[in-house]
């Protein structure tokens, strides 16, 4: 018998939380080492998952499945594809490093730990599973943690605004998800709450085109989609640093996941129905996203809304419902979590030691902490979707999904790449270079090397995947593949 | 089914209740003779018996193939009684042992028996299979409640509460009691099983099946605590011994339930449609109504009050569904409702003892306080507020599924958005335990042995329930199949 | 050797990235030690372009040197180098140029380290678009050239440099924008991007889209304007012709002086590079429509340049606009060529290109000297301004002479390089476009005009007192770094066959 490689990936963040609780709360420095003794168990678990992950026997890989409650039909399966191997991959790397960056919590470091890991068994939980019922399950306990974290460790000024708005729109979203979920499954007749059997269901035209907003919409909230995604710049300026790493990095990529996996393959009549709303409301995403974060004046707000944008993209290519559009999606989802895991750890960084995020106050940043300035300048290119870094690799595909669908659109979003090369640039301009002002100088302390570690992986990933994309395509290309044996088509 | 002549036999299956009566003397006798002992002792006495009696429910009471009616058809010995016996057990052993320390309380032989004839009282509740013994059973219940309600002589809330309880109590009572006796009028028969026999003939009119249906609800809404017959709730969840008020918003909301999902799907086939669309009705505006009046409370046991009022609504969804595994999700969904709502009082009589106040602002700085007891919090609340992997949020799923399953989508929306009211104000109460501070945080809360067995218990069903769902739900199914 | 013959692109390719990585190991305080590791590391790829020069056959028809591996299988790109005789001149420009930018940036002194490394960067991405043969890998590299420069201009730039690279970036990148949708439009219909087996499936695809299952019924022919006009106006950009050029005079005048050598020496040249590799191939048909427009707006160019740049009064802005003038011959070369390729007059059309490529490689020369010469007196004077200089001769006779060759063969002196390359476009187009040939004659009077305005505010009329006490001569560092230039600007000048006949084979090849 193998060993159950997924599970010990799932529940280790889980048991390890737990484990913290028990802990000495004054015992700092162990519950540090704890914490990222856990998070390197799931790292190295899915760097193993990804790389062991045999393309040319394709599928699920890695399956493990046991009855849960049987009487339902309701089963504990879990299993890899191309398509979430990555993010599995992804939240490894973001938990790791999220750690990481926030070896200098000192308020409560156990309980901020334990309920970050419970909210990383939540997001791995839902990477993998391969029952709606579980699927919701771990759905929900993704998303409680982060009310918490926010609101006791975030940024005293808007937390408590934040934290609940946030709560309370993802909770909507999967509650209306979750309804359309148990209407999938007792109109599939097959009592059963596995996601394989509601692919092979068969529904009518008529049920998909009634239930695909609700399932699609439901988690696209989470995915970030215009007009329900003002939950989301708010969360992550209230949000401690490893908190927005974790919610932009990877908690997004939930909402999309889930709204593709359950909206997208199990309802796809309803998807092409609908396609030509969300790539409408995704277009808007990504224009109107790049240029909100084009006015801001704090530095984390930027990021905030060039998430936004971002993900509209990740959105755009699930609707292209298309080969490469799906394909590019699916990277993009990889790239932008990466690429904005770093980019709010460098914000953070810099807050923590200025105390403020006005852009207009900032500058010269590079000379006292030129590695946080060059991964920033690394992540700002990547979302500007400059050749050679992963953000190209993942929108040119998007793009020419686009092309084979929605041409107009293409053009449309790429306005978005010179709003976002405007911004980028502003803020790389303004924070890091220049003149650095005077109530700064000789307060700034570089950074640590636990920072240099977090900075040097996340960095190194989005010129990996930049420069040889073979890495994660042939992957993500045969999870969209298996998208595109449901949705039938081009 | 059967109605079995008396036999010796007959006499194991009311065996629990038996045990019941004997204890209650027991702990008079002993509250009697042991002044100075104080009520540790008749609380883990208490506690004790209650879960030895449990045991004994366990492997001795469990039902055969085939329900059977016993003593002339007084009773019925079914699935669906066996689990609501289990559960009021550990309810009442629960609250035996939450009732260790509480002020005017601790020495009191009667509060303690009292606490037993309620339980006895619920236990033929659950199996009553004749209207007779049904009201019977529903008084046995209400009257030492309404006394351990005012039991805090000293107190003008608890004696307000007590008056209140009774009053609420007794005009329902009579209203229901009318309903029964329509009934008895119009088919000849009390037997609940026998009644809807008469209501199919034809031979009376629906609008009279449906006034008779409306009257007996109202005495089990007052149980319940549904909307419009929740107005006691508030007052008498803030005014009682807190250890009965979490009696009361569990054991006996369960009790009433049992009777309900009973007596609707027996007796009332006939207008079928009708019922489950008042109850539907019902169900709406008490989840909302509930879940609305909790939003501005500052008072934790109101707070909980409240929400225990729409988590009535909740359950009611299930009935609404009208199917086996709907009936079944209000028996799971009661099950995970008992075991958070104590473990939520719980902590609220720990803090209560050292802290002498339930306002929620003085719950700040309570994760510093004592990080454990504010974890349990976390727990029960986020349980009640239906998040996984807690019992709370698989309970909210079956209903829900069994809403979706007959086909009641505006029903299930409704739940789910309200659902969402819920989850803001357990969470306006996390946010103060976890996210202000106070002066007092360095003062330690104790926590007594009797307490922390409590909690621990809870804590472990509450993961139990929400994690490995499956034996639960089994044991609800089994429970359901036997009401068709 | 076999490796090296197999792998030898790759190699020139890469080796400067891999000095770049090198440099960053170095501590940032050792200035000299990595000044010298730059220039070191520069001059393998020069070397391996000179191999690659020598061991280039220029009479065999196709690309040669060709490297294939996977890269990005997913949307069917490939990494996919090649090189022919349009291509190996630029980049031996290209390696040529970067050692000589680097030597002469030993001025510099803040934050060296990043400095030396953008520069190497930078001369990958420009090697990587004169070799790639696949559209998705040549708009890699396109767009890796800007940011390096974008940095270079914006860090050690002169006083208004936040505002011109901020320009500079924009315009490229609104203009890459197009180029980038138009690639992925050429990717989605012909199911792949390498750029040879576009150019034969392309230019004869005539079925509108809808065959690969768009829903869009634009017409092919339609579509292919769009195409087009993406591509032109991406390129136009860069090289810039005019009206698309403001951003030039500002990126140039605010650039260190290395930086302004690669931008006008090589930079430039990839719009044109541009134009011959992708434009004219795939498009032979809009291209052919277009090229009236075109030609004039190479003509504007040449004229309006002129006399751009004979009124500036900066020495540098001078010898900026002096690239547009200088590169719209390039343009009217091209756009000759696109008029008459497959007609009767192809024979001049090839004369043409063939002027068009030479210019382009002479450009390279002439232009990065001058802005060398003009970084040269700005170290010293400190001013740029025209009118605050003036009569150095006497106290910088070298710098005059070389300043006066190096002007000369940018005005198209005979017997140095521009006059062979200007003559061959302006002999080629004559027939083609005889009406904008004349004109462009003006702007080569205009050419003379202000080059000479330049020569003699800067080296005659009274010495301004202020230089008296100053070294104005250029150093011995100047000199071996402008002394290869000049080298190749007379030796083009007196004997153009060694190049020309590369060019030739390759330019006859593709167009006659």
């Known amino acids: 018998m193998e060993a159950p490689i997924l599970s010990i990936v799932v529940f280790t963040p889980i048991v390890f939380g737990v484990v913290l609780f028990f802990f000495p709360a004054e015992r700092h420095r162990e519950i540090r080492i704890f914490a990222l003794t856990g998070a390197s168990i799931a790292l190295a678990l899915s760097l193993w998952a990804y790389f062991t992950y045999d393309l040319a026997l394709g599928g699920y890989q890695l399956v493990e499945h046991y009855p849960w409650v049987p009487r339902l039909g309701i089963s504990y399966h879990v299993g890899v594809d191309g398509m979430n191997v990555p993010l599995v991959l992804l939240t490894g790397i973001v938990m790791f490093t999220g750690v990481l960056v926030s070896w200098g919590i000192d308020d409560r470091p156990r309980e901020f730990f334990g309920f970050l890991f419970i909210l990383a068994t939540g997001v791995f939980g839902v990477f993998v599973s391969l029952d709606l019922f579980q699927l919701f399950f771990f759905y929900e306990i993704a998303v409680f943690p982060m009310y918490l974290l926010i609101a006791i460790w975030g940024w005293k000024v808007t937390r408590e605004y934040a934290a609940m708005k946030l709560t309370l729109y993802l909770f909507i979203g999967s509650v209306v998800a979750l309804i359309g979920g148990l209407a999938m499954y007792f109109a599939s007749g097959t009592h059963s709450f596995s996601l394989f059997a509601l692919e092979q269901a068969g529904f009518s035209v008529d049920f998909q085109r009634f239930w695909f907003p609700f399932v699609f919409f439901g988690f696209a909230v989470l995915g970030g989609i215009f007009p329900v995604h003002n939950w989301s710049p708010d969360g992550h300026v209230a949000a401690p640093t490893a908190v927005s790493m974790f919610h932009a990095g990877v908690l997004m990529k939930v909402g999309a996941f889930a709204a593709l996996r359950v909206g997208i393959m199990l309802l796809p009549e309803g998807a092409k129905f609908w396609a030509p709303l969300i790539l409408g409301l995704a277009t808007v995403n990504v224009v109107y996203g790049a240029f909100i974060a084009s006015v801001q004046s704090d530095f984390k707000y930027v990021i905030g809304f060039s998430s936004v944008s971002h993900m509209g993209l990740v959105i755009l290519g699930f609707a292209t419902l298309n080969l490469t559009g799906i394909t590019g999606a699916g990277i993009q989802m990889f790239s932008h979590g990466v690429m904005t895991a770093l980019m709010f750890a460098v914000v953070g960084l810099v807050y923590d030691r200025a105390h403020t995020r006005e852009i207009p106050k900032l500058g010269g940043f590079i000379k006292v902490m030129p590695l946080a300035g060059i991964a920033f300048i690394i992540a700002g290119l990547v979302s500007m979707g400059m050749p050679g870094f992963s953000g190209f690799v993942a929108e040119f595909p998007i793009f020419m999904g686009l092309w084979q669908s929605q041409p107009i659109v293409a053009i449309i979003a790429a306005i978005s790449i010179v709003i976002t090369a405007g911004y980028i640039m502003r803020v790389i301009g303004r924070v890091f270079f220049g003149e650095m002002p005077e109530e700064f100088k000789g307060h700034i302390t570089p950074i640590n090397n636990f920072d240099k570690i977090a900075l040097v992986i996340l960095s190194g990933i989005l010129i990996l995947v930049g420069v040889y994309p073979s890495i994660i395509a042939p992957l993500v290309e045969s999870g969209a593949q298996a998208v595109m044996a449901l949705v039938g088509g081009a | ?137 529903i008084e046995t219940t209400s009257i030492p409640l309404y006394i351990l309600a005012g039991f805090k002589k000293g107190d003008d809330k608890s004696t307000e509460a007590g008056l209140k309880y009774f009053l609420f109590g007794a005009l329902t009572s009579a209203v229901m009691l009318y309903g029964f006796s329509l009934l008895y009028g119009f088919s000849g028969d009390t037997n609940i099983y026998r009644l809807s026999e008469a209501m199919h003939a034809g031979a009376v009119s629906p609008w009279l099946i449906g006034g008779m249906a409306v009257l007996v609800l109202v005495g089990f809404s007052f149980k319940i605590s549904a909307v419009p017959f929740h107005f006691w709730a508030p007052d008498v969840y803030e005014g009682a011994p807190t250890p009965i008020t979490a009696f009361i918003s569990t054991a006996s909301k369960a009790a009433g339930f049992a009777v309900l999902l009973r007596f609707m799907l027996a007796v009332f086939p006939a207008i079928e449609a009708e019922w489950v669309t008042l109850v539907a009705i019902m169900a709406t505006v008490t989840m909302t109504v509930g879940n609305l009046l909790a939003l501005p409370q500052t008072n934790i046991k109101r707070l909980l009050a409240y929400s225990s009022i729409a988590h009535a609504g909740y359950a009611m969804i299930g ?30 009589i720990l803090f209560a003892r050292s802290v002498g106040s339930d306002e929620i602002v003085d719950y700040a700085g309570l994760s510093r306080r004592s990080p454990g007891l504010a974890l349990v919090l976390l727990v029960a609340l986020l349980s009640l507020g239906g998040m996984p992997p807690l019992a709370g949020f698989v309970a909210k799923f079956y209903v829900f599924a069994a809403a979706v399953e007959s086909g009641w989508i505006w029903l299930a929306f409704v739940g789910v958005l309200n659902a969402i009211i819920g989850l803001y104000y357990y969470m306006t109460v996390l946010k103060v335990v976890y996210l202000y501070r106070s002066e007092d945080e360095d003062k330690p809360i104790a926590i007594p042995r009797s307490y922390a067995l409590v909690l621990v218990i809870c804590v472990i069903a509450i993961l139990a329930i929400g994690t490995l769902s499956a034996p639960w739900l089994d044991w609800s199914i089994n429970s359901a199949l036997s009401l068709f | 050797m076999a490796f090296l013959q197999a792998h030898l692109l790759t190699l020139i390719l890469f080796s400067p990235l891999a000095g770049a990585v090198l440099l960053l190991l170095i501590p940032r305080e050792r200035l000299q030690a990595i000044r010298w590791v730059a220039l070191l590391v520069s001059l393998i790829p020069f070397g391996l372009a000179l191999f690659l020069w020598f061991a280039y056959q220029p009479g065999v028809q196709g690309y040669q040197f060709v490297e294939q591996a996977i890269w990005y299988e997913a949307i069917g790109s490939s990494y996919h180098l090649g090189v022919d005789g349009i291509s190996v001149p630029m980049v031996l420009l290209t390696t040529l140029l970067t050692p000589l930018a680097i030597l002469i940036s030993w001025s510099i002194e803040d934050n060296v380290r990043s400095y030396m490394a953008l520069f190497l960067l930078l001369e990958t991405g420009m090697l990587g678009v004169f070799m790639s043969l696949d559209l998705l890998i040549f708009f890699v590299f396109w767009e890796i050239g800007l940011i390096p420069m974008y940095f270079l201009i914006n ?108 931008l006008a020496g090589v930079l430039l040249k990839l719009g044109a590079y541009g134009f011959l590799r992708l434009v004219l191939p795939l498009y032979p048909v809009e291209a052919k429509y277009f090229a009236g427009a075109l030609g004039l707006l190479a003509v504007l160019a040449i004229v309006l340049g002129a006399f751009a740049s004979w009124g500036q009064d900066d020495f540098k802005r001078l010898v900026a606009y002096s690239s547009v003038n200088h590169m719209g011959f390039v343009v009217l070369g091209i756009a000759a060529a696109a008029f008459a390729q497959g007609t009767m007059q192809a024979d001049d059309a090839v004369l ?27 170290d010293r004077a400190h001013t740029r301004d025209l009118n605050k200089l003036g009569g150095l001769f006497p106290v910088a006779p070298i710098y005059g002479g070389i300043l006066i060759f190096t002007a000369m063969a940018s005005l198209g002196l005979p017997g140095l390089n521009g006059f062979v390359s200007e003559f061959l476009v302006v002999r080629g187009s004559w027939p083609i476009f005889t009406l904008y040939t004349a004109l462009s004659m003006v702007g080569l009077l205009i050419t003379g005009a202000y080059i000479l305005k330049g020569l003699a505010k800067v080296l005659h009329g009274p010495l301004n007192e202020k230089w008296l006490g100053h070294k104005m001569e250029i150093n011995r560092r100047e000199i071996i770094a402008i002394a290869p230039l000049m080298f190749l600007m007379l030796l083009i000048g007196v004997w153009p066959a060694w190049i020309l006949n590369v060019i030739n084979q390759t330019v006859k090849f593709l167009f006659g």
């Open chain 2, 1 to 137: 089914m059967s109605i079995a002549s008396f036999e010796p036999s007959t006499l194991l299956i009311v065996l629990p209740e038996i045990l019941l009566l004997l204890l209650a003397g027991i702990i008079l006798v002993v509250g009697l003779t042991s002044q100075r002992s104080g009520g540790l002792l008749l609380s883990w006495l208490t506690a004790l018996g209650l879960t030895g009696i449990l045991i004994v429910t366990l492997l001795f009471g469990r039902p055969g193939e085939n329900e059977v009616l016993i003593f002339g058809g007084m009773l019925r010995h079914d699935w669906m009684a066996f689990s609501f016996k289990v559960l009021f057990l550990f309810v009442a052993a629960m609250t035996a042992l939450l009732s260790a320390d509480v002020e005017g309380v601790e020495d009191r032989g009667e509060y303690y028996a009292l606490l037993v004839v309620a339980t006895l009282g619920m236990s033929l509740m659950a199996s009553s299979a004749d209207m007779i013994m049904l009201f019977l059973a």
């Open chain 3, 155 to 262: 860090q050690w730039g002169s006083g208004n440099r936040e505002y011109a690279s901020f320009k500079f970036l924009i315009y490229t990148i609104a203009g890459s924008l197009g180029l980038l949708l138009a690639i992925q439009m050429i990717g989605v219909a012909s199911g792949t991007f390498d750029l040879i087996v576009i150019t034969e499936k392309w230019s004869t695809l005539n079925q509108s889209l809808t065959l690969f299952g768009l829903p869009i019924t634009l017409a092919i022919g339609t579509v292919k304007k769009i195409a087009f006009w993406a591509f032109v106006v991406a390129f136009a950009i860069k090289i810039p012709i005019w009206p698309f050029h403001t951003w030039l005079p500002d990126a140039h005048t605010e650039a260190p002086t290395a930086g302004s050598m690669i």
């Open chain 3, 352 to 378: 043409a290109i063939n002027g068009a490529v030479l210019q382009m490689f002479n450009h390279g020369l002439s232009a990065a000297g001058m802005f060398l010469l003009v970084g040269v007196v700005y």
């Open chain 2, 319 to 348: 009935l609404v569904a009208l199917s086996s595994f709907g009936t079944a999700s209000v028996i799971f969904y009661l099950i995970g409702y008992v075991v958070t709502n104590i473990a939520a009082f719980a902590v609220v």
